[in-house]
């Protein structure tokens, strides 16, 4: 299966709590949660909406999968929604080394291992095995080199707190630009191919 990530993030790279913050984030003095809200065009949200149809399956870090399961899996308005749908109806993975059981309905919880357990799953027949949100896996998933696709959505906002998607301090990686275009209310879709390490223009001081 083709390995996809979908992460909506500010132009600043913050990815935390774009729909809502959590009370613990709250309470941690993180005070600008929501801040995806309202950013993107309704053909953004279309293409939102048809990415997750498209899935196969998909594949969460335990933080987002709790989450996920707490409204899209239990709220009827959102169940009935068609990314609730999606979300409910295929198979749900969730690499976790503290969740004991997977509660939500399709779902397989991958203990120990999680690289060599998504090699696995991306070796099985199939189209796309999706990741929304996760920001700590999606960082080891690039890490471990398993992500097929890179899907940005940056909202026209800078943040100046929260979690960023990418480390100050990771491993580099190159990119292919395969689209890109700005909406109608100045948010960005940029969908990369990862191409493995970047090389890099020496120091001209350094030439003789």
């Known amino acids: 299966m083709k390995l996809t990530t979908m992460t909506q993030v500010t132009v600043d790279g913050v990815m935390q709590a774009n729909g809502h913050a959590s ?6 003095g993180f005070a600008r949660g929501g801040w995806a809200m309202g950013r993107f065009d309704d053909g953004t949200v279309a293409l939102i909406t048809e990415t997750y149809q498209r899935a196969d399956a998909f ?4 933080k987002t999968y709790e989450m996920f399961a707490d409204t899209w899996g239990t709220l009827d308005w ?10 409910n109806e295929k198979p749900k993975y969730v690499a976790s080394t503290t969740l004991t059981e997977a509660r939500w309905r399709n779902s397989t919880l991958l203990s120990g291992d999680a690289a060599a ?28 080199d398993l ?16 979690a960023r998607l990418f480390p100050e301090d990771g491993p ?8 890109s275009r700005a909406d109608s209310k100045g948010a960005t879709i940029q969908v990369y191919r990862p191409t493995g390490r970047p090389t890099y223009t020496p120091n001209f001081a350094d030439k003789e």
């Open 78 to 87: 959102m169940r009935a929604d068609p990314i609730g749908v999606a979300l």
């Open 147 to 162: 992500v097929d696709e890179l899907i940005l959505l940056v909202a026209p906002v800078i943040l100046g707190q929260g």
């Open 59 to 62: 594949l969460f870090g335990r």
């Open 23 to 28: 009370e613990e984030e709250r309470a941690a």
């Open 117 to 144: 357990a998504v090699r696995r799953l991306k070796a099985e027949p199939g189209g796309e095995l999706q990741v929304h949100g996760s920001g700590s896996l999606v960082r080891s998933l690039l890490a471990h």
């Open 172 to 179: 580099d990686h190159a990119l292919e630009l395969l689209q």
